[in-house]
């Protein structure tokens, strides 16, 4: 297994089109994370899964904002209606069962909203 | 919620010693994490701490003070390619997984 990876890594769209951006963890992770980075800040929390289950969303994340993780494994995020504050670096994290501390982030996916 | 406050810029000399410090206030408490972050690339971990104390590993080691809601990362002979983006993130005691992290101090090193 090489890491956590996404696709696309790049995304250019026009305003108010829907993306979607895909995450494979590392193999046996049950932990999932996505988080959004804008150019001089830290990882924004968008929202959590373990196994399936979505168990936390930011309140940051309005309803243009879905995630998915249907079979615990892979997990989908898509933006709904696009707008420009919605360019950013979408990373995915995803973390062991046991000995969870350590969170190995994904390459990325970034998005330009034009 | 929680407030994690660090330096936006430090500069270093290679061959030197650099140390960022990373102050947080939380409702509770659950560990601490370092990553570094190269431009253009996903963070990587570098430590956790959960006790107070220091923990060292090779040239980084990173201390925590609960007591007074501080950490600080320190590097040892600087590395031109320990210039990075470093990211303090802290987990509160609610029960969570998930680290907030901070806005992260950009090190130059320089000859």
């Known amino acids: 297994d090489t890491g956590v990876s996404q696709d696309p890594r790049h995304k250019i769209t026009k305003r108010g089109q829907n993306v979607t951006f895909r995450c494979d963890p590392i193999?046996?992770?049950?932990?999932l994370y996505w988080y959004r980075q804008t150019l001089g800040q830290g990882p924004e929390f968008l929202t959590y899964?373990?196994?399936?289950?979505?168990?936390?969303k930011s309140r940051l994340l309005s309803d243009r904002f879905s995630a998915e993780r249907p079979k615990g494994s892979f997990s989908t995020l898509e933006i709904q209606r696009t707008e420009q504050g919605d360019s950013a670096m979408y990373l995915c994290a995803s973390s062991p069962r046991t000995g969870g501390n350590e969170q190995f982030f994904g390459p990325g996916t970034r998005l330009t909203v034009l | 919620g929680q407030n994690i406050d660090q330096p936006t810029e430090m500069t270093a000399t290679e061959g030197a010693i650099v140390q960022i410090n990373c102050t947080y206030q939380?409702?509770?408490?659950?560990?601490l994490f370092w990553y570094q972050q190269h431009a253009g690339e996903a963070p990587t971990f570098l430590s956790y701490?959960?006790?107070?104390g220091l923990e060292e590993k090779g040239r980084f080691s990173s201390f925590l003070s609960r007591s007074k809601g501080y950490s600080y990362l320190l590097l040892k002979e600087l590395q031109m390619k320990d210039s990075a983006s470093y990211l303090c993130a802290v987990r509160d005691k609610r029960g969570s997984y998930i680290p907030t992290f901070g806005r992260g101090t950009s090190l130059i090193v320089h000859p």
């Open positions: 939380t409702s509770g408490f659950n560990g």
């Open positions: 701490n959960v006790l107070d």
């Open positions: 899964f373990q196994n399936e289950a979505q168990l936390e």
């Open positions: 193999s046996e992770h049950n932990r």
